[in-house]
């Protein structure tokens, strides 16, 4: 099978894919394509069109900022929650401390503690 025959082996999804990312304040690049290119090549994947694909971007936002703080990510939550048009049926993030680092370094540290 060819690389081509594979990627048509894809079927298309229904609703929207939805791709969270958060460039932190003096960050070398203040874009986020070293996070998307790689998620969007993943919903690609997943058989989500990119006209199916909603970026939701938080530029120069600390971690520790309110996750309801955040423009981008409030607007995401709302879309799940309320959809106006084709639901979200897949969010994608690089990494988890693109949403919180200290929930996710705490839980790390507590687990290592409980070891």
């Excluded at 990119?50 to 709302?78: C, H, M, P, Q, W």
């Amino acid at each position: 099978m060819t690389q081509k025959d594979q990627t048509n082996d894809t079927a298309t999804q229904r609703g929207r894919a939805a791709i969270y990312a958060r460039v932190a304040p003096g960050a070398r690049t203040q874009t986020a394509p070293p996070q998307t290119a790689a998620l969007i090549a993943l919903a690609n994947e997943q058989g989500f069109p990119n006209e199916r694909i909603i970026l939701y971007e938080d530029k120069g936002v600390s971690s520790n900022t309110a996750i309801f703080k955040r423009e981008a990510f409030d607007a995401l939550i709302r879309a799940v929650r309320t959809p106006q048009q084709e639901p979200i049926q897949s969010m994608l993030v690089s990494s988890e401390d693109r949403l919180k680092k200290r929930l996710v370094g705490g839980r790390a540290r507590k687990q290592e503690a409980n070891g």
